[in-house]
């Protein structure tokens, strides 16, 4: 069935580093994916998202690369920020269909 | 512009009471959707409204769940004769268009049952 997992529940990174949060997704017709920042008390926040004919895609100061042969989405953020701690989703969209599937999530620990 | 908006912010209720949960999407999107978060887990969906089309239902847990949304906008999810496992919050969503698109999310609404 159609899944989207998170491959580490935890992950901690000192101020000024570069964080990688991995994504796996198992269903191979998901044609959008979007990553989600979820602070505490809060609703999920859109950080970026890219479409299926995309393997990279730039922000400010994140990037999604997004490998299709292996089914596997990663969400990069330099110069990490005691800000940016917070609970990351990915999620996978396929068309057609009316829903976001969404992963459990990666708590992101930013230590001074 | 005001974001989604969502009320109560908390409620608890005893076991086996109505609750309802109110959602005020951002003016002008026509999708809406309800999410539901147990502590430490992922988001889980639960129902899909589009304009003026039938509600996609699939994800409703059981027939004590139900939402309407009236004049496209307004969305209110319904929870009957509660029970501890409703205990969650329930986050309610907007977007433009349907499907792949940008959800805005509200701030959720913070269900205990007791």
């Known amino acids: 069935g159609e899944s989207v997992g998170l491959h580490l529940p935890t992950l901690s990174v000192q101020e000024g580093d570069n964080s990688i949060i991995n994504c796996a997704y198992s269903n191979s017709a998901s044609d959008y994916f979007i990553w989600y920042k979820q602070e505490s008390g809060k609703g999920p926040q859109f950080i970026i998202d890219i479409r299926s004919n995309m393997d990279k895609r730039q922000g400010q100061r994140v990037t999604v690369l997004l490998n299709k042969t292996v089914k596997h989405l990663s969400l990069q953020i330099a110069a990490t920020q005691p800000g940016d701690s917070a609970v990351y989703f990915c999620a996978d969209y396929t068309g057609g269909g009316n829903k976001l599937t969404f992963g459990t999530g990666t708590q992101l620990k930013v230590e001074l | 512009g005001a974001g989604v908006s969502q009320s109560p912010s908390n409620k608890v209720t005893e076991k086996g009471k109505d609750v309802e949960l109110r959602c005020d999407p951002i003016s002008g999107h026509t999708a809406l959707y309800w999410y539901r978060q147990s502590l430490g887990q992922g988001l889980e969906f639960l129902i899909y409204?589009?304009?003026?089309?039938?509600?996609?239902k699939s994800g409703l847990p059981s027939d004590r769940f139900s939402a309407e949304r009236t004049g496209g906008s307004v969305s209110t999810l319904t929870i009957q004769r509660t029970q501890q496992e409703d205990s969650a919050v329930y986050l309610c969503?907007?977007?433009?268009?349907?499907?792949?698109?940008?959800?805005?999310f509200g701030p959720g609404t913070r269900l205990t049952v007791t």
């Open positions: 409204f589009q304009g003026n089309s039938a509600p996609d």
């Open positions: 969503a907007s977007s433009f268009q349907r499907g792949a698109s940008e959800q805005y």
